[in-house]
């Protein structure tokens, strides 16, 4: 029968729920009101405390701060909620906070993502399936991002930022605007450079990423008022992903980043 591996030196507290196949390294401290599923890896000197849900076959490595009360003066004890999903892997010293009141009350993380050392996920942020965040990325407050989204290493984003499924973060960037799905940012302040090509090779068919590359032509590099642009593609085209690419722009909140100049490689 499957049993858990408890190093003697851990302190999981006995209200804690712990599924089956768990392995918790030397030194780690869990907290009464976390839950764990089954076959996750915990490693050495780790801090999993709070309302954290973490699912099943997540790789924690040693170091990592997972549930500790947001950093946000507004915080004052209210029950908030971290939400951890399935095949994650976090890696060391990576700190994770859970919502608060103002936005929600929960830190969501899907399933398949890669958190690289040092990555910070603020308060209320929401994190699709498959995303990679490299070393020392730190996601402010009330940031969202997609599905399958890279932000690359030593990347601040601003609060309330929103980065679209399949976009691509360039390291060293500094980002505190919105970033449409399927498209590349980068530089300080972080504006578009073209569509992500190379994981869009990835993942999408040839006609999706011709349909792509004709949006992106008529959004940013025709001149026309960019709602505008949207708002006609929208009538015109029936392609999916142009039409969630048209969506996101015309919900955006903080603005788009963009120099009128940009070419699509």
Do not use: W
């Amino acid at each position: 029968m499957p049993v858990n591996t408890i190093h003697p030196t851990a302190l999981v507290a006995p209200e804690a729920t712990l599924g089956r196949n768990v392995t918790v390294g030397a030194y780690t401290v869990i907290g009464p009101e976390v839950t764990i599923g089954d076959g996750t890896e915990i490693g050495s000197h780790t801090l999993i405390e709070g309302e954290t849900s973490i699912g099943r076959n997540n790789r924690i490595f040693s170091h990592a701060v997972i549930g500790s009360i947001p950093q946000d003066l507004k915080y004052h004890g209210e029950k908030v909620r971290l939400e951890i999903g399935d095949d994650n892997i976090i890696r060391e010293f990576t700190l994770i906070n859970p919502g608060t009141e103002g936005g929600g009350g929960v830190t969501r993380i899907g399933n398949g993502n890669l958190l690289m050392g040092y990555v910070h996920v603020a308060h209320d942020v929401i994190i699709g399936d498959r995303c990679i965040l490299a070393n020392a990325a730190t996601l402010a407050g009330h940031v969202e991002l997609g599905d399958h989204v890279v932000v690359g290493g030593m990347t601040p984003i601003h609060q309330f930022v929103h980065i679209g499924d399949y976009a691509m973060i360039a390291g060293a960037s500094a980002l505190s605007q919105d970033i449409p799905p399927f498209c590349l940012a980068e530089g300080n302040r972080a504006h578009l450079r073209g569509l992500n090509l190379t994981g869009l090779r990835r993942k999408l068919n040839r006609e999706t990423i011709d349909a792509l590359k004709q949006a992106y032509r008529q959004l940013f590099e025709s001149g026309e008022p960019l709602r505008e642009s949207a708002e006609a593609l929208l009538t015109d085209d029936t392609n999916p992903a142009v039409e969630k690419f048209c969506r996101f722009i015309l919900e955006s909140r903080r603005g788009i980043p963009f120099k009128r100049k940009n070419n699509v490689q």
